[in-house]
């Protein structure tokens, strides 16, 4: 007897559907992509409940026809490509006819239709597959289809979906994506009513960045634009010391279609060479226009990722791109760098950071690195504590952990040097006083008092929409860290406390990197290790950074006092000593 049987339609549909929509957001990419194929310039997107109730998208494109309508949600049915020939030079986003059908396997789909001759359009309505319904109605040109109940009828897919906050942002993402692809299409976003998005079709690019990923983002980044005989780059990139903790503002789009390549990302890190900082990531919309016939779209159902046929000549391309870009940008910067610190105090100050990295890297030679627990051991006998102390006087420095110091002075800005008995101590100034921060805020952070001041003159935050959906869904826990904020309209926060620790601190940098942190995160302190760590070395003083006499004995007296003074809250050492001993056989005294 045979075992085998041909599937029913309707199961094969709901078995396709499992690769093309995973959740609200494929769904919503589906029916953008159609949009945008369909010539709108106007898109909506309106979501309930994160889109697990309810999508509905709304276009002014070409519309289709009553019978066309009806035809859509069939599988393979498409009136983008006809042969074999047109799936190789393919020039629209869609082209494998199978969304529709996806959808309307796995929900409770309504379309409305009109094309733009016609008087009057149609709706219909389709569950799990079926049309139960069809009319002739009056609509604006265009088309919209509403998605209600996603995977009403596949519960175990409905299972795998993640958090409301989660969903919503994965359709943030969709959106902000095409948005960014399509400066010339007006975008509207709604969550359960409230508008999370608009961009207006602008022909400016820069501006519809600045609508999705903040005006200051936008207004420091570089413009690329290169062209060679296999591909135009074009796009924007942000200067090396204006990067991020992660890579949430990296999108990369080849002939209009978002896609992720690694080729392409990597050979973007390779143009920025060795300016960008070890595990800091640029800001990047970069567009590819390439030759269609030389790419293949058709590898994956979600059509994210594709084939270059000239990958390595196209990678060459974009890692120019990105240096002519930097390069140019030295001779004719397009921010002035002063002029924005003046008005953002965020802004970071390159030369520091270049010095901290470049200038003074950290390499303990085995020559110089002395067990310094073993020296704070030997100097724990009272009586030599005493003598010792008698002997430095000046500066006081009685303390429980460190042995006693004469201070010196500060050298390169970067270290302190001290004598001690036996020899000279070196100590970063940085990795010190970040230790001494890092248990502050722990202690204050355990014992539920963060100490805050009120910024007079409240910061004002410009955000993203992504980390604008975190600071309100995050707003007690960062409260907890002593940041309160409050909502100032469009995508701006005002800071109104900060930790008392900060003195003067670029908090709006702060703030983006406990937000990138905090990003899908149960809690704080699942993560709190990470986080106080970030902001002691916010709070701490930086290499380059000159310090007085006084302020150092301040800074070593609180290292004595702290559980672990020797090393910095990432274990890198504070200080080191080079012993007379060693001094001696360099002078071949001994
Ligand atoms: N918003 C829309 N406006 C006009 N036509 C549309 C729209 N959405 C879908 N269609 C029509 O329905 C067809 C099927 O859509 P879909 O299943 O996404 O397949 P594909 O986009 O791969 O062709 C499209 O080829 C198009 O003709
Ligand atoms: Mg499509």
């Not at 069809?134 to 289809?145: D, L, P, R, V, Y």
């Not at 791109?321 to 965020?346: C, Y």
């Not at 009272?382 to 002075?409: D, I, N």
Request: charged share 25%.
């Amino acid at each position: 007897m045979s075992k085998i049987v041909l599937l029913p339609e309707d199961l094969i549909n709901k078995i396709a559907a499992g690769e093309v929509i995973e959740r609200p957001a494929s769904v919503i990419k589906e029916l953008v992509e159609n949009s945008l194929d369909a010539g709108a310039s106007k898109i909506t997107v309106e979501l309930e409940e994160s889109g697990k109730k309810r999508i509905r998208i709304t276009d002014n494109g070409e519309g289709m026809s009553p019978e066309d309508a009806e035809k859509s949600i069939l599988r393979h049915a498409t009136s983008k490509i006809s042969s074999v020939e047109d799936l190789f030079s393919i020039k629209t986003l869609g082209f494998r006819g199978e969304a529709l059908a996806s959808i309307a396997a796995v929900s409770k789909l309504s379309i409305i239709t009109k094309q733009k001759e016609m008087l009057e359009g149609c709706s219909l309505k389709i569950v799990g597959g079926n049309i139960l319904d069809k009319n002739i109605i009056g609509a604006e040109q265009g088309t919209s289809i509403e998605v209600q109940d996603i995977f009403f009828n596949t519960p175990a897919r409905k299972k795998f979906l993640k958090t409301d906050a989660v969903e919503l942002k994965h359709c943030l993402e969709v959106v902000t994506h095409y948005a960014l692809a399509n400066p010339n299409v007006a975008f509207k976003f709604t969550h359960d009513h409230n508008i999370l998005l608009h961009s207006p079709a602008l022909q400016d690019a820069r501006s519809t960045i600045a609508s999705i990923y903040g005006i200051q983002t936008a207004k420091e980044l570089l413009e690329v634009n290169y062209s060679d005989k296999n591909v135009v780059v074009q796009g924007f990139i942000s200067k090396p010391y204006h990067v991020r903790n992660d890579k949430n503002q990296q999108v990369l789009f080849v002939n209009g279609r978002w896609i992720k390549n690694s080729d392409i990302t990597n050979a973007v890190y390779e143009g920025y060479h060795s300016t960008l900082f070890v595990n800091k990531h640029p800001v990047l919309v970069l567009h590819l226009q390439l030759n269609p016939e030389t790419i293949d779209v058709n590898v994956h159902p979600q059509k994210q990722e594709i084939k270059i046929e000239q990958k390595e000549q196209v990678a060459a391309a974009v890692a120019s791109a990105v240096r002519e870009a930097l390069q140019s940008n030295k001779l004719m910067p397009t921010v002035d760098v002063n002029t924005e610190q003046q008005i953002t105090f965020g802004t970071p100050i390159p030369r520091k950071e270049t010095t901290t990295a470049v200038k003074y890297p950290f390499e303990p030679s085995a020559q110089t690195v002395f067990a310094v627990e073993e020296t704070a051991a030997g100097y724990g006998g009272q009586e030599s504590a005493s003598a010792v102390a008698e002997q430095y006087q000046s500066t006081e420095l009685m303390q429980e952990k460190l042995p006693p110091l004469k201070l010196l002075g500060q050298v390169h800005k970067t270290y302190f040097l001290a004598e001690t008995e036996g020899g000279l101590f070196y100590i970063d100034q940085h990795a010190a006083h970040e230790r001494v921060m890092y248990e502050s805020l722990l202690n204050q952070f355990l014992y539920s008092k963060v100490e805050v001041q009120k910024l007079l003159q409240g910061e004002v935050l410009d955000v993203s929409v992504a980390e604008k959906i975190s600071l309100e869904e995050k707003k007690d826990e960062l409260k907890a860290l002593g940041f309160e904020l409050e909502y100032f309209g469009g995508n701006t926060f005002a800071v109104k406390t900060i930790p008392l620790v900060y003195g003067k601190v670029k908090i709006k940098e702060l703030l983006h990197d406990l937000l990138s942190m905090l990003e899908n995160k149960k809690s704080i302190l699942e993560k709190k290790e990470e986080i106080l760590t970030r902001m002691a070395c916010r709070a701490a003083v930086m290499a380059g950074d000159l310090v007085t006499i006084p302020q150092m004995e301040r800074i070593l007296q609180e290292l004595s006092k702290t559980e672990l003074p020797y090393t910095c809250p990432h274990g890198r050492p504070t200080l080191m000593k080079v012993t007379v001993d060693e001094l001696e056989k360099k002078f071949r005294r001994k």
